[in-house]
Structure formats: C-alpha cells, structure tokens
Nanobody, 123 residues
C-alpha cells in the first residue's frame, strides 16, 4: 500500500519553531524511487499554496513568504522529507500537506498527498 503520512504539527507562539516530517510508506517506493518532495499549506478560506520543495538531487526552492525562515530537507534512506520552520508568525497558521512525486505506475504524476497536519501560531 502506498501512503504518505505527515507529523509534527501543533500549536506554537509567534517567534517559535516547529519541525514537520513526512514519510512515504510502501515497499514499492524503494523499487521505483521518489522524485521531488514538497510541502504545501492551506489556511482557512484560502487556496492551497506552495511552501517548499526538494528535488531528488537535493535542490531546493521556497515560496517568498517563507524564505530565510523555513528549511526543507530529505532523508532518502528513510523516504522522509522535513520542514524546519522558524520565526513562525500567525500568517503561517494552516494545514500543511506533503506531496511526493514518484514514477510508480498508476499513480498521479502530480504526486501523492498526505492527509495534512495542523500548524497553529498564536499567542
């Protein structure tokens, strides 16, 4: 079974930090590999937006809103992507979703989505 599971969300005060994790589970990932791994977020009443991505060669790209505050990284052996978030502010409050792109036949080329993890930044 192919699954993507996020963890690490929670509540934090402005200026605080959180680290999100997302693991792709299923032995088939080892056979076919993983391309890019990315984080998106969706705030209440807003569309889902891109946050950050890391390619198979560890190249990274960030949304302007998080540059300098968030760091994305991946551990290929663990099939896991991380999002280290620092200097959080209330505008970062959202459900954070992981997206994993893989060449596994039959799966969407747009990637597999996790169920999301809530991040709330509030005093």
């Amino acid at each position: 079974q192919v699954q993507v599971v996020e963890s690490g969300g929670g509540s934090v005060q402005p200026g605080g930090s959180l680290r999100l994790s997302c693991t792709a589970s299923g032995n088939i990932f080892s056979a076919y590999g993983i391309y890019a791994m990315a984080w998106y977020r969706q705030a209440p009443g807003k569309q889902r937006e891109f946050v950050a991505t890391v390619g198979s060669g560890d190249s990274t790209n960030y949304a302007d809103a998080v540059k300098g505050r968030f760091t994305i990284s991946r551990d290929n052996a663990k099939k896991t992507v991380y999002l280290q978030m620092s200097r959080l502010n209330p505008e970062d409050t959202a459900v954070y979703y992981c997206n994993v792109q893989t060449p596994i036949p039959g799966l969407s080329p747009l990637g597999i989505w996790g169920q999301g993890t809530q991040v709330t930044v509030s005093s």
